[in-house]
């Protein structure tokens, strides 16, 4: 997939870098006009010396509570509903964990996050009128025979540089003790160094930073100005408590007094998301996160940092403010998330996305989603437009696996005594050619009401043979046993990580940028990973 950050509204008038703190390099082509010269550093008021603080904490992070998802019989439930989810925050959690030589917790790995992580070749929409496009297909489990896996990709429309709205950004940064580590606060300044060269010069910025207290240490700036906005950043020292809660408040304040109902209004908070001056209660700001995205105001959330991330409070803000979450880890993932897939970062083709999948009961006994726990919807959330739901950004693809187990294969629940046996013929009601059928509800990003998509899942998507399903779907698979493995193998037998590395070793494909080979080697360092981190002395 092509870098989605390449395109610029504005052709640059003149060619320029700037250079930030550890020799790192960023092009400033796309700002219109000279560069300014860098105006002196900006110092945080709110964060003084942290040299002292910037051990890295340990054995506090804080994971949503989900139970694993099993396996669901469909005369019981013939049907599945989720929220659709492109975040990648628990892939990026996971590498950074094997990164340490430690397992991460079976809570911090989320599968559709990982899987999610890779861009897939699915087909693409014919117009921004219908912005998905959904295909499926069927083939044989790899860790269970009798059993079969369900692909359902999802494309969404790819915006055109020219379409794409200006976007209207306030970074919040977190600029407490907590941040003073070198993968913590060095790396934001870095990350959103890199986020710059992906704007237009008509899109602007601002920044506000939070320790103890909260502030504005730049007021809404044309991205054009680069200098002075890499000025800004480079000013932020890490120091202090954690007055999150202000922080939004503040960041979401500038953001509507400067509100461009023509552009992409959104908060970027920054943060390893430990609040704990303020409001702190994860009830209370995911209510006031909710009414902010009534205002049309978007928020993203990059998590940094491990031992006393709370990805439990950046994942609830991520999905009650219309937005989406990723971990960043090293400068190779700020890359990929800020400037190579820019475009779906920044600006998104449709919310509350929600996903219905019916079975049919003649063709399927049982089925179970692979993750998406936190994403799970109540059946009649799927009508109601007031239901909160997931963002879908310009060109990403979304993936969902179901394993399901076919009428007269190996069930996983013996059937009820007293349970009536199903009627000679039963479910003749459903086309006898279609084995599932998914239905997607979305709204355009300034509607209220949504948006109907209808899919059948016909004969014509299975495939006999593992083998024989395309590439993406292998490799989608291999991923989602990894993720199953670190959860603790509950559905996947004996299936091991060398059957992940032969599965996605022949699956890997077209992998320009590298992030398929990476994940291989992910898996090889999670063979000889330990439980637990060592004690420090």
Excluded: C
Excluded at 101 to 124: G, K
Excluded at 223 to 242: F, V, W
Excluded at 350 to 374: C, H, M, S, W
Aim: proline content about 7%.
């Amino acid at each position: 997939m092509p870098p989605s950050g390449a395109g610029s509204r504005k052709a640059p008038s003149e060619q320029s870098s700037i250079t930030l703190s550890q020799g790192f390099r960023f092009s400033a082509s796309r700002f219109d006009g000279p560069e300014r010269a860098p105006s002196p550093p900006i110092r945080s008021r709110l964060s003084p010396d942290a040299a002292s603080q910037s051990a890295e904490p340990a054995g506090r992070n804080v994971f949503p509570q989900a139970p694993q998802s099993g396996f669901r019989t469909v005369r019981e439930a013939p049907v599945s509903t989720f929220a659709i989810d492109v975040d990648t925050a628990s892939y990026g959690f996971v590498r950074a964990s094997l990164a340490r030589n430690v397992l991460p917790p079976a809570d911090a790995v989320r599968p559709e996050e990982l899987i999610n992580y890779f861009p897939y070749d699915y087909p693409v929409p014919a117009s921004a009128a219908e912005p998905f496009a959904v295909s499926a297909s069927v083939f044989p489990s790899p860790w269970a025979e009798g059993r079969r896996i369900l692909r359902i990709g999802v494309k969404g429309y790819a915006l055109t540089p020219a379409a794409r709205p200006k976007a209207n950004l306030v970074f919040l940064v977190d600029t407490s003790g907590s941040m003073a580590a070198p993968n913590r606060l060095p790396l934001v300044k870095q990350s959103l160094a890199m986020l710059l060269t992906s704007l237009s010069a008509d899109d602007r910025v601002a920044i506000v930073a939070y320790a103890g207290q909260a502030g504005t240490v730049l007021e809404p700036t044309p991205a054009s100005e680069g200098g002075k906005i890499l000025a800004a950043i480079e000013g932020l020292e890490a120091g202090g408590a954690t007055a999150g809660g202000e922080g939004l408040r503040q960041a979401y304040a500038l953001a509507a007094r400067n509100r461009d109902p023509a552009a992409i209004n959104r908060v970027m908070i920054a943060s390893d998301g430990d609040f704990n001056v303020g409001i702190t209660d994860r009830t209370e700001l995911k209510g006031f996160v909710e009414r902010e995205r009534e205002k049309g105001i978007f928020l993203s959330v990059l998590g940094f940092g491990t031992g006393n991330l709370n990805d439990a409070l950046m994942q609830a803000l991520a999905q009650n403010g219309n937005g989406t979450a990723a971990h960043i880890d090293t400068l190779n993932e700020a890359r990929k998330v800020l400037v190579e897939e820019a475009s779906a970062t920044l600006f998104p083709i449709a919310k509350d996305v929600k996903i219905q999948v019916e079975f049919n009961p003649a063709r399927v006994a049982e089925y179970r989603l692979i993750g998406y726990e936190t994403r799970a919807l109540e059946r009649a959330d799927f009508e109601n437009d007031r239901i909160d739901a997931g963002e879908v950004g310009s060109g990403q693809t979304a993936t969902a696996l179901y394993e399901i187990v076919p009428v007269g294969g190996p069930a996983t629940m013996p059937p009820l005594r007293y349970g009536a046996a199903p009627a000679k013929g039963a479910g003749s009601a459903a086309p006898s050619g279609e084995l599932a059928f998914v239905k997607i509800r979305y709204k355009q990003p300034a509607a209220t009401e949504s948006r109907l998509i209808e899919v059948p899942v016909s004969d014509d998507a299975e495939r006999s043979r593992f083998e024989e399903a395309d590439a993406d779907a292998r490799f989608a698979t291999a991923v989602a046993g990894f993720a199953e493995i670190l959860r603790g193998g509950r559905w996947t037998g004996r299936f091991t990580l060398d059957d992940v590395l032969r599965l996605a070793s022949a699956a890997r494909g077209d992998d320009p940028f590298g992030y398929r080979a990476d994940f291989l080697q992910l898996v090889r360092t999670a063979k000889t990973a330990q439980a637990l981190a060592a004690a420090k002395p």
